[in-house]
């Protein structure tokens, strides 16, 4: 039935108009059970009780009885999946976008890491050329993963790309130039310059594969960063007497905090440390690589193989080359790393990048006016379903 609605809708190029009905809601402020949502134009109009929300006459209903519905999930930090490299290939970000719903994710940055600056350009090319018909997450802008990194935490990044900080090389990355996210490391010369720069043209800054010092890191925050890459990856160990760039964003309220929660980047006691430390401010990503939704192997990371298992991604010298993670997984790991609730686990992939990225009155929350972008869970958070901008754009095979 819904496939043939689907059709329909492609054919007549009508905006789909959905009820879900007797569902488990979180909103921004409330859990609400036995609740209707309502979607049109793919904006949702209503929600409330079940047995008040009339539904519109042409809407496809869905009884959503003993499912929790939530804001679709958002990944800042996306390598590829699939099989495929966004550094090496960004003509597939589309094509994994078409896929990612399965983990409940409608929204995402691809990233692109330290390669030649005509990669970048043609990453930015590629989300200007949306294919017809387009059904799956959003692409919303690029995640430039360096560049301008410190060497001496260069990970699985190919040094012979790395460079210093330079405001000729980057006049025309901005938002509505598709740069949506740079991470780089504050204390190299120039930096702040650059953070300057960006910022006054949209793009939110980042701190990330940084020997950054406490002071180093907070002269990144004044200049304007307000993000942390996969902390405290890619950054000194917190000591008691040098708490560094890590120990800069735990004691900050205010700077967002990127985690990778797959039990191999951080142990899960760190997880519950930076939870605690942070509350709101921290945000779930998959810094997920090509092999992400594959069979182990050999999978490529830009220049580099990656030795890939069940658990982990790796160079041949044992470096972390990204991780293997789904999104939702993300969100399951969390809840059982620190304890806490589903609503405060929701919020780290949903409310907290939407804010980050200013658009928090589009996406990340259920509310009246807001984009229809939805996952439907079931009671053990795995995914049942993904709307997309009002139309179902992945359902669980029974």
Known sequence: MLD????????????ASLTLSHATLYTPTARLEDAALVVENGIITRIGASSTVPSPRDATILDARGKIIAPGYMDLQLNGAFGDDFTANPE???????????????????????????????????LKNRPAQFRGAEPLGLHIEGP??????????????????DAE???????????????????????????????????????????????????????????ATHVPNAMPALEHRAPNAAGAVL????????????????????????????????????????ALGMSPGIYRLNDFDVMVTTRDARLQDGTLAGSILPLDAAVRNFIAYTNCSLAEALETVTRTPARLLNLQNERGALAEGMLADLVMLDETLNVHMTIARGEIVYERAM
């Open 169 to 227: 090389l980057i006049l025309d990355w901005s938002r509505a130039n598709g740069v949506w996210l740079v991470t780089l490391a504050p204390e190299l010369p120039r930096a702040l310059e650059l953070v300057r720069d960006l910022n006054a043209r949209g793009v939110v800054v980042s701190m990330g594969h940084t020997l950054a010092n406490v002071d180093e890191a907070n002269a990144g925050y004044d200049a304007g960063i307000r993000y």
């Open 148 to 165: 301008f990194l410190n060497p001496q935490k260069k990970g699985a990044h190919n040094p012979a790309y790395l460079c210093a900080p």
């Open 251 to 290: 004691a900050n309220p205010e700077w967002i905090a990127g985690i990778i929660p797959d039990g191999i980047h951080l142990h899960p006691a760190l997880v519950k440390i930076i939870w605690l430390a942070k509350t709101s401010r921290v945000n779930l990503v998959s810094d997920a690589m090509a």
């Open 4 to 15: 043939l609605f689907r059709a329909w809708r492609i054919l007549s190029n009508v905006p």
């Open 92 to 126: 597939t970000i589309w094509r994994v976008a078409a896929k990612l719903p399965r983990y409940g994710v409608t929204s995402f940055l691809p990233t692109v890491i330290t390669a030649p600056l005509e990669h970048y350009d043609a990453a930015r090319h590629v």
